[in-house]
């Protein structure tokens, strides 16, 4: 599991380091990191030392200070160097150190301005060393105006050969919420320091940021039983976290032990919802699908999935350890008066789509609200919030926290990053889908995944402390696995193509398959 810290939290973690004397020590350390870092992107890429050149972006604090010890050590491997101060003042010592081995610090200004961008798009690689994690707000003056060059310069090329790396997080980007400033200098690869920082995992930071390094200089930030141990402000998890949490087949088993999930979607107007709902909870692995819903849509879910059990019935009639509802329920008052029976049934349940709006003002953690965007404006207006949907595209870890608090339901957010928040405030950030999965449907699979966890997991009470969590996290722990494993299925059909969703579960089954083995 990866945990991430606020930009308050790690400042504060290195006051004692600092006290004793020792931040010439952890800035080595974070040089020496990010130089590792770059030197292998240059040589990945193809590219030798010797015939390489790369432009330091220098601010004036810390951050590029780890900057330019990195070009030091880049120097000493034959690469080319040249750090541009975009600051009145920079570090002196590491100024000296850098130019003493060689490489040329040019300071910024109006007139040398258009010759200095150009020479940045011209080399090999750029590190980003301008603002760190106690910057606030963007880039200004003649900083911007260089990123903008640079942005503009680069964006022209006919093919995109320059490298770009950010110290500790691109310049521009919010270290705790990951809102984007205005120019921001997007990276291939962010090389943070101590812990990795939210900003980074969310929103347009985590895009930003591109591949996340963290490198470990000692601040003990998450060691168990340490000093400095500090609880994390969010966590990303990975595929040995959901093997930790997955429910595996035991002898003794049968189709009502191993989890059976009630499923109450689609509608005449979308039939297919339900088809890929059920689909998708078939492949992650349980018992039982039941399907609640007009006959309609059960020959087609019986003519794809002939395991599922089909019926007309009311939820209080129907034996299930959790539900899923919403997928493509619109505008069918059957299925509305089902979503509600579930709610309130005192089961796990995963809301979606058309089931929304049947959620009453609180509820328990074990209701798993699955909204995008644009349905958590429409349900955070209705509680008296008005806020654009820009707003909570911005900053997604924001508003699902605030939703999660003020329903006292698990709020699983959709986007480019899959934000889940608990209302007891433990908030988790998945990355892994492709943009191919952003197309109709996917969110219908992505519940049914969903469904399928929850409905083996509904009488586990032992999924928190597996992953080492508080029992608050159970629900939202639960949802970040399900994101994880629909976007490395998809990840997994985008090998071949552009993705359909339809053809989603053989993926789901190989992922989950690759995971537990």
Known sequence: MLNAFTGAQVRAAEV??????????LMQKAAHGLFLVAFEMLRSAGHSANRSSAVVLVGSGNNGADALYAGERL??????????????????????????????????????LPDLAAR???????IDGILGTGARGGLRG????LISAINTGAGERSVRSLLVVACDLPSGVDVDSGELSEPVLFADATVTFGAAKTGLLVSGGALAAGELNVVDIGLGMTTPGADTAVEPAMRRLEAHDVAALYRRPQVGDHKYTRGVLGVAAGSAQYPGAAVLATGAALATGLGMVRYLGPPAVA????????????STGDVEDSRSQAWLVGPGAVEDDDQARRARGAIASGLPVVVDAGALSEVPERVESSVILTPHAGELRTLLATRGIDVARADIEAAPARFASEAAQLTGATVLLKGFTTITAAPTGEVFSQAEAPPWLATAGSGDTLSGILGALVAT????????????LPAGATWAAVAAAAALIHGLAGMRAAESGPVVVAGLPPHIGSV??????
């Open 299 to 310: 020959t087609i879910i019986n003519a794809v999935h002939p395991e599922v059990v089909c």
């Open 512 to 517: 989950l398959a690759d995971i537990l083995a």
């Open 142 to 145: 003649i900083a911007a105006e």
């Open 75 to 112: 120097l000493r491997r034959g690469v080319s160097v040249t750090a541009i101060a975009v600051a009145d003042e920079v570090h002196s010592e590491a100024s000296e150190v850098f130019s003493r081995r060689g490489g040329r610090v040019l300071h910024l200004d109006q007139d040398n």
């Open 120 to 126: 940045a798009i011209r080399s090999t690689l750029i």
């Open 16 to 25: 004692p380091f600092l006290d004793a004397g020792h931040g010439n020590t």
């Open 457 to 468: 997991l509904a009488e586990d009470d032992g999924v928190a402390a597996r992953l080492g």
